[in-house]
């Protein structure tokens, strides 16, 4: 499959739903396409919606570290998030823009194959498991959802925004890593 050609349909498809982000830009990934991981965050912050890209900025900056950590870079990874678009006034993205976007999101998974799928906090826990509960309960579980065709291994962690403002919860996320990374090797 070209997934080139595949990723830039639902481009222009995701294109189409600008209406309902005024002024703002298409956020669509980073990384690389062929990765075996699939990173999901929630929607793109102020910095993220200016250069385009996905997690450019301070969450950005931690998710870059707690890659690092384990041995990953942007190269060994794919990123994208639940919502392509900044939801005005920095606020999380509602129910309604959550279920607009999924069927896109399984549409990216579905382009990508990822092996694994990393879910950045509680909005992508929500779209990808449909998990409203508390969060600290699946933390670092993993999971198993049949999307689309394919079988795929979940795991959930706190948002990297969470860590800014909970750096204490940052041992946590260590140990959820280090559980991911004896599963990849
Ligand atoms: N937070 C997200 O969830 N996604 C981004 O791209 C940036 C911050």
Do not use: C
Request: positive net charge.
């Amino acid at each position: 499959m070209n997934k080139t050609f595949y990723l830039n349909k639902l481009k222009e498809k995701i294109l189409l739903l600008n209406k309902n982000f005024p002024k703002k830009n298409l956020v669509f990934s980073d990384g690389n396409k062929n990765a075996k991981i699939m990173i999901i965050g929630e929607a793109p912050g102020r910095t993220e919606n200016k250069l385009k890209i996905p997690f450019v900025g301070r969450a950005g900056k931690v998710l870059d570290r707690l890659l690092y950590s384990i041995s990953l870079d942007r190269q060994k990874v794919y990123i994208t998030n639940v919502v392509n678009y900044r939801p005005d006034k920095n606020r999380k993205p509602n129910l309604s823009e959550i279920n607009l976007f999924k069927k896109y999101l399984f549409n990216h998974i579905e382009i990508i194959k990822p092996k694994f799928i990393l879910l950045l906090g509680s909005t992508a826990a929500q779209a990808v498991l449909g998990y409203q509960g508390p969060l600290n309960l699946i933390i670092g579980k993993f999971f198993e959802k049949k999307i689309i065709n394919t079988t795929l291994k979940i795991m959930i962690i706190y948002h990297p925004a969470y860590l800014l403002r909970q750096p204490r919860k940052i041992k946590i996320v260590n140990k959820n890593l280090n559980t991911l990374k004896k599963y990849i090797n």
